[in-house]
């Protein structure tokens, strides 16, 4: 294996800005990630507040033993309760089969950065991952990409929840399941680590009651020495904890929806993207009737109801369920970092470029709190480069990150055409040419006779250049056939590097990737040293 960082510019303009002119939008941030000093002054910020170290430290052992967390796991769980332990955190939906690959990017991003900051600051840094399981968009997560037939092909669950669910509240069908990770497997060629994987998968999801079960307990098995801690943050005894910090964002709730609608329409004004939807009278909370999750505005007398009226609450209503039916609430995207915050010492957060640009907006909201943001670190971003890939990027002589920023269509059709000669295009254009120059006595002599036969003669024209061009194409279809084995390995590079016109980790899941490289893949990516001042890293397998 041989990781090699490229430069891949973002399109988001404020994710831009904030790898690459900071200052512009430094003051929607607490701490530049760039700087040195802010480990240092982060750790000191953390040292005087407090956390709710042993009851939470006791609610993730329990809850990792029913994922039959690693030892390693287990440990780091009981260093949360040193006063001097802080936490790297990032957080995703319990996405099938663990979701794209950007799911696995964060974690080796999570457990990077710990292992990174422990080493230089000399203190216990324990690598956390939020595992969103009140998120309730199950369309967002039902599915893995497969490359099937030279095209992606989006494999579907075969599974509807009744009602508008929380994730972790949906227990698996432990019928359709099983077939559909079977359909999973048909997709890929067999190799000397299906059969094994296979039957791990299966096993695994035969001992999971909910998909938060099943991505927790796949992602120990990527993942068993690492130390890596996952919370789902929908757990009723996590819920239990967070209900101080309910009460606050209750009470603050009209100061941190204005505070955020107000720096959203800032981003607006300057010109960033806002991937972030929100309103003043939002309440950035849930509240869950049964396992139904009702998203809850505020009215103009500061009380409380659901989106489409289904529930209505006081504020004191409101209070008083956080009080004694915490586990009745929830966040959105808005309160989720804010109660993170409350719960774990974090000494960073690592996002993504979607998250970051959602938490440019979220310090007004941290301040109405009494909370300070963390310092937020653009998590590690991956291509996987398979070997064929790789012989055929060699074979046509193409960059890695030239294919991976634009895909390879340009030179597949530059290739196609250097095996002509001369080339059918040059070859098209020069009969163009010179049926227009004998043409052109035609079109003169109809305009003599009136304008219906001038018309008439520019329309045979056309129709004689149109005839060309269907035979330069076919010319092109008959050339492409006799060269569709190079034909097919440019598809495949694009496939592979450049899927639906983007990056490979936002579309590719794990399964192609451990079928043909073993489980142990991601744990090597992980034992290569890291830096975050890479945007990108190609890893050719």
Aim: include cysteine; glycine fraction near 4%; proline fraction near 5%.
């Amino acid at each position: 294996m041989r990781i090699d960082p490229i430069q891949l510019t973002s399109k988001q303009s404020m994710f831009y800005d904030y790898k690459y002119n900071y200052q512009a939008v430094s003051d929607r941030f607490a701490y530049s990630p760039y700087e040195a000093g802010t480990w240092e002054e982060r750790l000191s910020h953390l040292k005087n507040q407090t956390y709710p170290r042993e009851g939470l430290a006791d609610v993730l052992h329990e809850m990792n033993m029913r994922w039959q967390a690693p030892e390693q796991s287990l440990e780091n769980i009981g260093k949360l309760r040193d006063e001097d332990s802080v936490v790297v955190i990032a957080g995703q939906q319990a996405g099938l089969l663990t979701g794209p690959l950007y799911s696995v990017h964060k974690i080796i991003s999570v457990l990077q950065l710990a292992k990174q900051k422990e080493k230089a600051l000399g203190k216990p840094v324990i690598p956390v991952f939020w595992l969103a399981g009140e998120d309730h968009d199950f369309d967002e997560i039902n599915h893995v990409m497969m490359k099937n037939e030279g095209r992606m092909k989006k494999m579907t669950i075969d599974h509807v929840p009744e009602t508008k669910a929380s994730v972790s509240d949906i227990a698996i069908d432990q019928e359709k399941a099983p077939q559909w990770l079977r359909d999973v497997f048909l997709a890929v060629n067999e190799t000397e680590y299906t059969q094994d994987f296979y039957h791990e998968l299966q096993r695994v999801l035969s001992q999971s009651e909910t998909y938060s079960d099943f991505f927790a307990k796949l992602v120990y098995a990527l993942f068993p020495d690492e130390g890596l801690v996952i919370i789902d943050a929908h757990d009723p005894a996590v819920r239990a904890i967070e209900s101080p910090y309910f009460k606050t964002m209750i009470n603050q709730n009209e100061k941190m929806a204005h505070g955020v609608y107000a720096a959203l329409q800032k981003n607006r004004q300057q010109g960033y993207e806002t991937l972030l939807d929100s309103e003043m009278e939002d309440a950035h909370l849930f509240y869950h009737r049964g396992i139904e999750r009702i998203l809850l505005m505020r009215d103009e007398e500061g009380d409380f109801r659901g989106k489409h009226n289904e529930v209505a609450f006081t504020k004191e209503e409101l209070l008083q369920v956080a009080e004694e039916s915490p586990e009745q609430l929830s966040n959105n995207v808005v309160t989720r970092p804010l109660m993170q915050e409350a719960l774990f010492p974090v000494l960073a957060f690592i996002g993504g470029p979607g998250e970051i640009n959602y938490w440019s907006a979220l310090k007004p909201a941290f301040d109405a709190a009494d909370l300070c943001m963390p310092p937020v670190l653009p998590r590690i971003s991956f291509t996987l480069v398979d070997r064929k890939t790789e012989q055929s990027l060699e074979k046509f002589q193409i960059e890695a990150n030239q294919a991976i920023r634009h895909g390879v269509a340009e030179q597949k059709l530059k290739w196609v055409a250097s095996m002509s000669y001369p080339p059918i295009e040059q070859l098209s254009r020069q009969v163009k040419h010179e049926i227009k120059r004998v043409h052109a006595p035609i079109r003169e002599k109809s305009a003599d006779f009136g304008a219906d036969l001038e018309q008439l003669a520019d329309k045979n024209l056309q129709y004689l250049l149109e005839n060309i061009d269907f035979m330069e194409k076919r010319l092109n279809q008959s050339l492409e056939e006799r060269h569709q084995y190079e034909m097919d390995l440019f598809d495949d590079i694009e496939l592979t590097l450049h899927p639906l016109n983007g990056l490979q980790e936002r579309v590719w899941g794990i399964v192609p990737w451990i079928n043909q490289y073993g489980k142990g893949l991601f744990q090597q990516m992980n034992r290569h040293d890291l830096s975050f001042e890479h945007d990108h890293y190609v890893v050719y397998l």
